[in-house]
């Protein structure tokens, strides 16, 4: 199957695939990395009226608009990536599991848990590959049934060592309290990722200062956050983690930088997490009248 980004790597704090465009859907052009990434979409979508590529086509849109979604923050791009498997499964019979494991992502982004853990289970008995193992162990961690993900990311490690691997064990290692040996994983993540995946690496470096800035180490953490931004300058979770470390080691009056990245973070991502910080900044800075709106 086509690379896909595992569960770690999504919008909540595992997270996932990539995303693309419904097919024959326009894409406007952007910058760096975005730009890089909606060429792969266009690509694809002109492999869509030959025959003899389409199904592979399709599976592929499939995992970019999952990318897209997690990159830009526009959660439409998922509903696009379920159109891709819908019509994978219609016109390919013999690509169903291809296209399960798509829509097993996307219940897992939904948070319908069991739906997601029977897709994954399935995909484990007729398959068992390393990403099946890792959407079963995503499912299980999220309801909580540590003991089972453990089993499964283990099984991901003995199939293929490497970063979709890392990161899972690592936040299961910090679900169970064990921060020093979760820092220890997140790290070995960081260092197996490969270039060719921008989002992944982001992401990763987002979550590894995230833990490193709940473990006090501040330095550290704003180190991987700028590894985050390195990898996607506009990526949300990067200059939020940027932003967090700033506020960490600098007094209340200076967040004035922390501010000016937590407002353009969360006109990506206006979500509690982005805009409660927003807004503590902002009071921190007397811009009352932008922290009532922020608090709206």
């Known amino acids: 199957m086509p690379g896909a980004i595992p569960a770690l790597l999504q919008a909540h704090p595992l997270g996932h695939a990539s995303d693309a465009e419904a097919p024959g859907d326009p894409i406007g052009s952007q910058s760096g990395a975005r730009s890089s990434l909606d060429a792969k979409i266009a690509s694809w979508q002109g492999k869509l009226t030959d025959d003899r590529q389409r199904a592979q086509a399709l599976e592929q849109l499939g995992w970019l608009f999952v990318t897209k979604a ?20 219609k016109e390919f019979p013999e690509k169903n599991l291809e296209a399960l494991i798509i829509r097993g992502h996307l219940q897992l982004q939904d948070h319908r848990f069991e739906e997601a853990e029977r897709s994954a289970r399935e995909l484990v ?3 068992g590959n390393v990403f099946d ?37 690592a936040e299961l290692r910090w679900m169970k309290g064990d921060v020093e040996g979760c820092l220890e994983m997140m790290l070995l993540a960081v260092k197996s990722g490969s270039p060719r995946q921008p989002e992944a690496l982001a992401w990763a470096g987002s979550r590894l200062s995230h833990f490193m800035l709940t473990a006090g180490r501040v330095a550290e953490a704003a180190a991987a956050a700028d590894r985050s931004l390195d990898q996607l300058p506009e990526y949300a979770p990067g200059r939020r983690a940027k932003a967090l470390a700033l506020m960490a080691s600098l007094p209340p009056e200076q967040w004035g930088p922390a501010a000016d990245l937590l407002a353009k973070a969360a006109a990506t991502m206006p979500e509690p997490g982005y805009l409660w910080p927003l807004w503590e900044c902002q009071l921190a800075l007397d811009r009352t009248e932008e922290a009532a709106v922020t608090k709206q």
């Open 125 to 127: 008995a007729k398959r």
């Open 133 to 169: 193992h890792g959407l079963l162990g995503d499912t299980l961690l999220d309801q909580g049934r540590l003991g089972e993900a453990a089993d499964a990311f283990q099984k991901m490690i003995d199939l293929r060592p490497g970063m979709p691997a890392y990161l899972r064990v």
């Open 70 to 89: 997690r990159q830009d923050g526009d959660h439409g791009f998922y509903g696009r990536a379920l159109h891709c498997a819908a019509l994978l499964e």
